[in-house]
């Protein structure tokens, strides 16, 4: 299954949810274009990755980018409902210590009104 997304606006926050693949090439592409045209409007951000039914290097290659990018131009992305495989991933590798990550998307939302808690 392709990478599909959705958005939508919780409390001035926007949630990108994700579903499908997160692997190199268009999906990663996608999910790129899709978090920097938004990072131009809005600088809070969640990334719903709970429909992520497989992700590659690729795909965590991206996570760090847009991270990266985020960061950059004074923006925040936070992960939410991370699937088993993609929490896994983020453990093995040691991003999870670079990632904020949230059981699910109210605390991450919340997370971006309270910085400090």
Do not use: W
Request: aromatic fraction near 4%; hydrophobic fraction near 40%.
């Amino acid at each position: 299954m392709q990478l599909k997304m959705s958005n939508r606006v919780v409390d001035g926050v926007l949630i990108i949810d994700c579903a499908g693949r997160l692997v190199f090439g268009e999906e990663s592409a996608s999910l790129r274009d899709t978090v920097k045209q938004h990072l131009l409007e809005k600088k809070k951000l969640v990334l719903n990755l709970s429909g992520i039914s497989f992700i590659d290097s690729g795909g965590l290659g991206t996570l760090v980018a847009l991270y990266t990018t985020a960061r950059n131009n004074d923006g925040h992305i936070k992960l939410a409902n991370l699937p088993k495989r993609v929490d896994d991933l983020l453990h093995v590798t040691k991003l999870v210590t670079i990632f904020e990550v949230y059981d699910n998307e109210q605390q991450a939302v919340d997370a971006h009104k309270n910085p400090a808690a």
